[in-house]
T-cell receptor, first 116, second 109 residues
Framework: GAVVSQHPSRVICKSGTSVKIECRSL??????MFWYRQFPKKSLMLMAT?????????EQGVEKDKFLINHASLTLSTLTVTSAHPEDSSFYIC????????????FGPGTRLTVT | GIQVEQSPPDLILQEGANSTLRCNFS?????LQWFHQNPWGQLINLFY???GTKQNGRLSATTVATERYSLLYISSSQTTDSGVYFC???????????FGKGTKLTVNP
């Protein structure tokens, strides 16, 4: 199967700082990647769709100025949490689908963000 | 939007037992996937199954698209099967997945 990586796997930052999370497709090119958020013991909720070479599209209720997404290449999307607050603490997971038409999504290992 | 309901929410088994997890969805879908989330949070692809039946070792899945449900069967369960099992669906060609709330499986030795 396809491989998606994320970095870092966990990060602790102070309130008010910004944190960047990287998502990479290692063995395929992805024009579209997806960012999800998961609270403890909860399901995954889609935050935004990252589009290579164009602006991301955000789901309703997700602040685009707080969660900046950049999809600068066909193998890399980044999510920057700006001016982080403790309520931004969560598990962030990205996904991508290899080209070929089946739309099967593969997920990265996730990044656990803790804001103190 | 589409609703995805999984049952049961929690399941506790003894090692060696069989189980069936269910996923109901409220509208027609283009894509349905089953995942296992391990204790470290990694989502592992189990099946891509918008319709029909597939088997992979001790696991198998069936999706009856016309009746809007999918079943995941786990046979001869092992302690390593513990974790949360998610069903996720996509409709309309958007590639966006909508997840159910998951079934938390605990397999005791």
């Amino acid at each position: 199967g396809a491989v998606v990586s994320q970095h870092p796997s966990r990060v602790i930052c102070k309130s008010g700082t910004s944190v960047k999370i990287e998502c990479r497709s290692l063995d395929f090119q992805a024009t579209t990647m997806f960012w999800y958020r998961q609270f403890p013991k909860k399901s995954l909720m889609l935050m935004a769709t990252s589009n290579e070479g164009s602006k991301a599209t955000y789901e309703q209720g997700v602040e685009k100025d707080k969660f900046l997404i950049n999809h600068a290449s066909l193998t890399l999307s980044t999510l920057t949490v700006t001016s982080a607050h403790p309520e931004d603490s969560s598990f962030y997971i990205c996904s991508a689908s290899p080209p070929g038409g089946s739309y099967e999504q593969y997920f990265g290992p996730g990044t656990r963000l803790t804001v103190t | 939007g589409i609703q995805v309901e999984q049952s049961p929410p929690d399941l506790i088994l003894q090692e060696g037992a069989n189980s069936t997890l269910r996923c109901n969805f409220s509208d027609s879908v283009n894509n349905l996937q089953w995942f296992h989330q391990n204790p470290w949070g990694q989502l592992i692809n189990l099946f891509y199954i918008p319709s029909g039946t597939k088997q992979n070792g001790r696991l198998s899945a069936t999706t009856v698209a016309t009746e809007r449900y999918s079943l995941l069967y786990i046979s001869s369960s092992q302690t390593t099967d513990s974790g949360v099992y998610f069903c996720a669906v996509e409709q309309g060609g958007s590639e966006k997945l909508v997840f159910g709330k998951g079934t938390k499986l605990t397999v005791n030795p």
